[in-house]
């Protein structure tokens, strides 16, 4: 089961701005960081942020991650064509001692 | 390079069993919790078991908990998970991942999958 919530999709055109929500609980999104992953169809997951708003390297800085309460964000600006994926949040659920991921977002490019 | 490759996925009948292998290499093993999680088609990421550096500590998610075993060769750099009593809704595509550092839960490096087939 779910317990971190993402809308089903989002889209913009070329160089917009696009954000994706996550909505948690306080066993998880309150109390431990949040990560996001981006998932191009038929690879594996990529990291994308991790500690709430931290960018691997390599990440460009157009991908951007806060979080407040229970809920976190990843923003997108500078919408690219390669953009186009699913994006998923997680974190880790004391509550359910385990890793819970988010529904999953799919980004679309107009 | 740090690269994890999964192998052991089949066409299993339900009831059946199966165990999947990571192999890890490019770090040391040992330093790092491992992961396992899932994707069954068109369906979402569902995080399967967790296994501490030294494998004394695992976590499951509620699904899987007297079914699925996590272990660890540290000697060999391998994980492993045994899958018994499989169900159709086992179906999916699994995948090794590792964090990335060893003291968050942030999965960095990822293998490429191995599926599971479950069906009569």
Same mark, same amino acid.
Do not use: H, M, R
């Given at each position: 089961q779910s317990v971190l919530t993402q809308p089903p999709s989002a889209s913009g055109t070329p160089g917009q701005r696009v954000t994706i929500s996550c909505s948690g609980s306080s066993s998880n999104a309150r109390r431990n960081t949040v990560n996001w992953y981006q998932q191009v169809p038929g690879t594996a997951p990529k990291l994308l942020i991790y500690n709430n708003n931290q960018r691997p390297s390599g990440v460009p800085d157009r991908f951007s991650g806060s979080k407040s309460g229970t809920s976190a964000s990843l923003a997108i600006s500078?919408?690219?064509? !390669?953009? !186009?994926a699913d994006y998923y949040c997680a974190a880790w659920d004391d509550s359910l001692s385990g890793h819970v991921f988010g529904t999953g977002t799919k980004v679309t490019i107009l | 390079d740090v690269q994890l490759v999964e192998s052991g996925g089949d066409l299993v009948q339900p009831g059946g069993s199966l165990r999947l292998s990571c192999a890890a290499s490019g770090y040391t093993f040992s330093t790092f919790a491992m992961t396992w999680v899932r994707q069954a088609p068109g369906k979402g990421l569902e995080w399967v078991s967790t296994v501490s550096g030294t494998g004394l500590s695992t976590w499951y998610v509620d699904s899987v908990k007297g079914r699925f075993t996590i272990s660890r060769d540290n000697s060999r750099s391998t994980l492993y998970l045994q899958m018994n009593r499989l169900r159709v809704e086992d179906t999916a595509l699994y995948y090794c991942a590792k964090p990335s550092s060893w003291d968050n839960d942030a999965f960095d490096i990822w293998g490429q999958g191995t599926m599971v087939t479950v069906s009569s």
């Open positions: 500078g919408l690219q064509s !390669e953009d !186009e | -």
